[in-house]
């Protein structure tokens, strides 16, 4: 089997209201923007990757893509990964194109990828994500809605410039909800400022925050410090009372490494989309089983990455919470998963049952992808 064909398509879902990611501060988002990318072989199976877009900052890539994959046999996926690593000499991350080469092959084989990676777990414990700084009775409102969903689970934001008023927020959903399991992300692993002021955290004050959520019993705390802080973590991780989540942006087998030599974090968060692709994703998951260590990888992205993600999930011991990126009204499972023919959702126990179609488990809709496709 051969690659014969590729196509790069910019799609545009205009939101029902404004987003405000508490990771941006600053920026509304108006659109949920998708690079996606469809394969095609000469049996006719087609392969789909998406990626985060912002604008057109995708434009000439599929020019630069066409020679690398023209005619390459898609089950030879780590010479893919070898492709998307040199496109890190350059400044580029094109990890996420791999997930392409990986749904060809589950639909080749009529399998769904986590069952060709070892098929461990058919379900996994879901956590509703929230994406955005809310009022304390904006975010118990939420919470009353998730549970009838099913959830038992949710991760709150912490992105104030104070934290003191993050925590309110998180004292009161452990007041009002003691069943509740809660998770925290600070978002520090890759600060984003320019458009408005972003909070900073040295070690002293994340070991506050740690010292404050321990008595709120929190599953864990992700990304109190920046991304490439490994002597950071392992400072910080000596004398936290509450578990170490980090690793989304991180890339590639190295970064994750020297978290696992420094014993710095307790749970390892590749995103396949963003940290080397779901080969690579399952190298790192094996790498922190070698260290006693967790894999709970970053989902944030759009549906297809969910998909992606939670097929790595499904194949690993060692991963036992899926992030589900959830915060209507902006972000909600329409528009976060808009170009598959049906959103991912959780079953009634506040679990995901692992989609099991051929490849990546999901479908896309390629009347909808027509549909949003920016002209
Ligand atoms: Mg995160």
Known sequence: MRIIGMQLRLLEYPLSTPFYPSWLPGYPQTAHRVQLLTLETDEGIRGYAANVAFSQEGAGLQHLLLPFLFGRDPFQIEQVVQICRS???????????????????????????????????????????????????????????????????????????????????????????????ILVDANMGWRVAGMGDAPKWDIATALRVAEELAELGVVWLEEPLEKHDYEGYRRLRE????????????????????????????????????????????????????????????????????????????????????????????????ARDYFLTEPITIDPDGYITIPAKPGLGVEVDEDAVQHYTAT
């Open 239 to 334: 004398k936290s009372p509450v578990a170490l989540a980090a690793g989304e942006m991180n890339q590639d087998l190295h970064e994750f490494r020297e978290f696992l030599l420094r014993d710095a974090l307790d749970v390892l968060q590749p995103d396949v989309s963003l940290s080397g692709g779901i080969s690579t994703g399952k190298k790192i998951a094996g790498m922190a089983e070698a260290f006693g260590k967790q894999i709970a990888p970053h989902t944030w992205t759009n549906g297809l990455g969910l998909a992606a993600n939670l097929q790595l999930m499904g194949a690993c011991p060692n991963c036992t919470w899926a992030e589900f990126p959830y915060e209507p009204p902006g972000w909600d499972l329409k």
């Open 87 to 181: 496109a890190t000499f350059l400044g580029l991350r094109l990890w996420w194109i791999e997930m392409a080469f990986w749904d060809i092959l589950g639909k080749a084989t009529g399998q769904p990828i986590y069952r060709l990676l070892g098929g461990y777990q058919e379900r996994i414990k879901a956590y509703a994500s929230t994406g955005e700084l809310k009022s304390v009775e904006e975010r118990l409102d939420y919470i009353a809605q998730i549970r009838e969903m099913g959830f038992r689970a949710v991760k709150l934001r912490f992105h104030h410039m104070d934290w003191r008023e993050d925590m309110a927020v998180a004292r009161q959903v452990r007041a009002q909800y003691p069943e509740m399991e």
